[in-house]
């Protein structure tokens, strides 16, 4: 597992202006550093990052790869709250993770080691995801809906006993795919 944390630079006005915040790791509260929770632009110098719409790494996630995103539309967010972030520390080639019906890894369950923009068309059951253990040295993003949309969740390796260990609402997981451009 790498522990490479890249560089991402928020900016509090559109298209990089304004007062700005550079980060080169965890950063649980951007008021802690002296920048309010307002970013409408962002340009991620190296790295993958999931960054949240508040503090302590809660509420919506989004991730942020390489590049320039010179207004919040460009990162599918309604607004322009973002209060931490944090670099994704794994990459890889090796990319698995087993997906369960029922909590605590119990009920049906399929494996994945590639993307899948429908999960259902895999063979999973409409009930829902509540359970999955990540395996490997690759993060995946899971989505709400269909074809990669929706709101968004970051996983690396590690079990996840229920959906509330991914900070999701409810266990209504329709597409999920590899996080693959880093630098």
């Known amino acids: 597992m790498s522990q490479y944390s890249g560089k991402i630079v928020f900016y509090e006005g559109k298209c990089f202006t304004?007062?700005?915040?550079?980060?080169?790791?965890?950063?649980e509260n951007f008021q802690d550093r002296g920048f309010m929770n307002r970013v409408n632009s962002i340009r991620v110098e190296s790295g993958a990052w999931v960054?949240?719409?508040?503090?302590?790494?809660?509420?919506q996630q989004y991730i942020m790869e390489k590049g320039e995103y010179p207004d919040f539309q460009r990162w599918n967010?309604?607004?322009?709250?973002?209060?931490?972030?944090?670099?994704?520390?794994?990459?890889?080639?090796?990319?698995r993770m087993e997906l369960?019906?029922?909590?605590?890894?119990?009920?049906?369950?399929?494996?994945?080691?590639?993307?899948?923009?429908?999960?259902?068309s895999s063979g999973f059951s409409k009930n829902g995801l509540n359970s999955i253990k990540v395996y490997g040295d690759g993060a995946w993003v899971m989505y709400e809906e269909p074809n990669y949309r929706g709101r968004m969740y970051v996983v690396e390796r590690g079990n996840y006993c229920?959906?509330?260990?991914?900070?999701?609402e409810d266990p209504n997981i329709q597409s999920i795919c590899r996080v693959v451009n880093y630098f």
């Open 18 to 27: 304004g007062q700005r915040l550079e980060v080169f790791g965890d950063c």
């Open 51 to 59: 960054c949240f719409d508040h503090p302590d790494f809660k509420g």
């Open 162 to 168: 229920s959906f509330m260990d991914w900070q999701a």
């Open 77 to 95: 967010a309604h607004n322009d709250h973002m209060g931490s972030s944090k670099p994704i520390k794994m990459h890889g080639e090796h990319y």
């Open 100 to 120: 369960f019906e029922g909590q605590n890894f119990t009920g049906q369950c399929v494996e994945l080691c590639d993307d899948c923009a429908f999960l259902q």
